[in-house]
């Protein structure tokens, strides 16, 4: 079965430096999301992309992150000088149809420790 | 902004036992869907209903979407330890381009 792909499984960064998280969804998908949970909280939107551009952001998605389409299969989020609040786990997730109207698959997460 | 309220935070149940979780939205939605997230893992799409009124099963779970399409709720019967994890409802956005997720219920089962 298909399935969304997420590298690294575990990113332990400090303070200030820049971090890549990386996914390759699933082929036949057009429609690319991040989301991330803090510990024992709950899903929360981060960022949706549809041909090669942002469709969303939340409010948490500042100027401190960005996300990129490099290539056919990887999907990139990219935190610029990170925070210790920025700790949490990352999904990312992709729908063969848009947003919120059909099924997301996620996939296993990057937990990112920043000390 | 849309709010997807879930309750309840937290049930503890013995093996055997039903469980209910209970969402509930601040406006009407197109369609909501379950996801299970397993300790440790990641969100893993159950169900999504679109119809007002409308029930569905999977085996011991029972999904149901309200009439108005603001509220839905997940049933399981008889509940087993394979069960244990956080069920999360999710309604689409406002511009239909993300999922808003309530804040989840975990179950622990007692064997």
């Known amino acids: 079965e298909p399935e969304v792909t997420q590298t690294p499984s575990h990113q332990v960064t400090q303070m200030g430096q820049e971090v890549i998280l990386r996914c390759v969804p699933i082929?036949?998908?057009?429609?690319f999301y991040w989301y991330r949970q803090i510990l024992g909280q709950k899903v929360e939107f981060l960022v949706s992309f549809y041909n090669n551009e942002i469709s969303e952001k939340s409010e948490i998605f500042d100027d401190q992150f960005s996300v990129e389409r490099p290539d056919g299969s990887n999907f990139t989020l990219k935190i610029r000088s990170t925070k210790l609040e920025d700790s949490a786990m990352y999904f990312c997730a992709s729908s063969p149809r848009g947003g919120g109207n059909t099924e997301a698959f996620f996939g296993q997460g990057t937990r990112l420790t920043v000390v | 902004g849309q709010q997807v309220m879930q309750i309840p935070q937290y049930q503890h149940v013995q093996e055997g036992e039903d469980f209910t979780t209970y969402c509930n939205s601040s406006?009407?939605?197109?369609?909501i869907q379950w996801y299970k997230q397993r300790p440790g893992g990641h969100p893993v799409f159950l169900i999504q209903?679109?119809?007002?009124?409308e029930v569905k099963k999977q085996k011991r779970l029972t999904f149901q979407f309200g009439e108005a399409k603001k509220n839905s709720s997940l049933h399981i019967t008889a509940t087993q330890t394979t069960d244990v994890g956080t069920y999360f409802c999710?309604?689409?956005?406002?511009?239909?381009?993300?999922?808003?997720f309530g804040a989840g219920t975990i179950l622990r089962v007692k064997s």
């Open positions: 082929s036949n998908h057009l429609y």
């Open positions: 999710a309604g689409p956005g406002e511009y239909g381009n993300k999922l808003v």
């Open positions: 209903l679109v119809k007002s009124g």
């Open positions: 406006t009407t939605l197109s369609n």
